[in-house]
């Protein structure tokens, strides 16, 4: 099967042009200026639209096994595949936890039934688990998550000992979500003690505060320079952290799209459903971040999307679930960021495609060169529609961003030369992506 998609903007490591892609197969057979002469089996026109690389999403908790009444593999895949995004990172803290070797297998057999697009898992950090590292296939996961602070049971690991040994010992990347239980415990006995049991949602910045997530972030920073361990740092929040990054390549962070979009003057509008962690900030926070996609600070973009039930995000800073679903709709609005002049598009496409396959050492993926496996997406500005629940594939059933307005749609997405999503046609759930593999 040779296809052309003609008449596009490429736009792909730097640099935006007119030109064409021929895909043969699962891979991309050529780039040209202009156009492409030959025999297709069918030729798309993308007349007024942007080709570029699929989005690889690094940071995913779609939930499965164990928490599967409010997401799942096949349901989660099919809104990333409606949303430009053709491969995903899932993350450690389902059930149970991904921190075994059979559990880690687990998941891959169950994204070979279910997956709509490609997929790999980070390996979860505990305090007694450090011995596996060794053991880990190195060609087969980004990473080892590690949660200094903010997790449940084993997977909270903040004692000084155990995470020199863990930075020390990692071969593999190291994402790390950086806040301080110690100080949010005292926030919460505070915030519990002044406003009773469960703290409207507007404090959950002042619990899960600047000062968690600097101090917790300056020790892994601390850590990572010692070692010599490669540490992406997931979903910075604040101005403050940002100060740490940029300079050493083998250390780098992670925006998310919940924080680039909302700041708690939000939680007047959307209250819990914006509840993340790390919280929300204040709108400084949030230019601060938007100002960092620029200037090199950030390195990645991505999503932490992680659904839960409208009936689990009910209640206030102690009570209400935290985490939202984002997987579907990051693309059009990072495009629209992109539009109100926080960053080019060229740099959207590193941050979001490029830069996470860099980091994480993908394998023939994120870039748009012949040779590569055909993962790309074909995105048109539209007049501008709402977002409606009737959109939403997520399990979850809602959005932060229902009634919220773009300008931009996902015409198609192909994964590994096959278009697994179709605009007005929808995503097609026959098909099966492919584990994604890494030069480590």
């Given at each position: ?94 059930v149970p936890q991904t921190t075994t070797l059979d559990a880690l297998e687990q998941k891959f057999q169950l994204a070979r039934q279910k997956s709509h697009v490609n997929y790999s898992f980070f390996f979860g950090a505990t305090n007694d688990n450090t011995q596996l590292f060794s053991q880990l296939p190195a060609n087969r996961i980004p990473g080892i998550k590690l949660f200094m602070g903010s997790s449940t049971g084993n997977m909270l690991v903040d004692r000084r000992e155990t995470l ?277």
């Amino acid at each position: 099967m040779r296809t052309l998609y003609d008449n596009a903007t490429i736009i792909n490591e730097g640099t935006s042009k007119r030109g064409a892609v021929v895909v043969s197969g699962e891979h991309i057979e050529t780039i040209a200026e202009g156009s492409a002469s030959g025999q297709f089996d069918e030729v798309v026109d993308c007349t007024g639209c942007i080709v570029m690389p699929g989005v690889i999403d690094e940071h995913v908790h779609f939930r499965e096994p164990g928490l599967t009444h409010k997401a799942d593999i096949e349901s989660e895949s099919r809104a990333a595949a409606r949303g430009g995004v053709t491969s995903f990172f899932d993350m450690p803290n389902c059930v149970p936890q991904t921190t075994t070797l059979d559990a880690l297998e687990q998941k891959f057999q169950l994204a070979r039934q279910k997956s709509h697009v490609n997929y790999s898992f980070f390996f979860g950090a505990t305090n007694d688990n450090t011995q596996l590292f060794s053991q880990l296939p190195a060609n087969r996961i980004p990473g080892i998550k590690l949660f200094m602070g903010s997790s449940t049971g084993n997977m909270l690991v903040d004692r000084r000992e155990t995470l020199e040994r863990i930075f020390g010992e990692a071969r593999l990347p190291l994402m790390a979500h950086c806040e301080d239980t110690a100080i949010i415990n005292e926030n919460m006995r505070r915030a519990k003690e002044k406003y009773g049991d469960d703290p409207e949602i507007w404090a959950h910045q002042l619990i899960r505060s600047e000062e968690a997530c600097l101090e917790s972030t300056q020790l892994a920073f601390e850590l990572a320079a010692l070692s010599g361990a490669r540490l992406h740092v997931a979903h910075l929040s604040t101005k403050s952290e940002l100060d740490f990054f940029g300079h050493n390549p083998r250390i780098t962070a992670e925006a998310c799209v919940g924080h680039l979009l909302f700041s708690t003057v939000d939680y007047r509008r959307l209250g819990s459903l914006i509840k993340v962690n790390p919280a929300i900030k204040s709108v400084i926070d949030q230019t601060a971040l938007r100002e960092g996609l620029a200037d090199g600070k950030i390195s990645t973009i991505a999503t932490d999307h992680a659904p839960h039930l409208l009936s689990e995000k009910q209640g206030g800073a102690a009570r209400a679930a935290s985490g939202m679903p984002m997987i579907q709709f990051a693309l059009p609005f990072m495009l629209q960021l992109s539009d109100e002049g926080w960053m080019t598009k060229e740099r959207m496409v590193e941050l979001m495609c490029h830069n996470p396959a860099r980091i994480f050492r993908v394998k023939e993926r994120g870039f748009l060169r012949e040779g590569y496996k055909a993962d790309l997406v074909i995105v048109r500005r539209t007049e501008p529609h709402t977002i409606a629940k009737a959109d939403i594939e997520s399990k979850c059933g809602w959005s932060p961003l229902e009634g919220q307005q773009t300008d931009w749609t996902i015409e198609r997405t192909v994964c590994n030369g096959h278009p697994v999503y179709i605009n007005k046609v929808g995503v097609d759930k026959q098909y099966i992506g492919q584990e994604i593999t890494f030069d480590q």
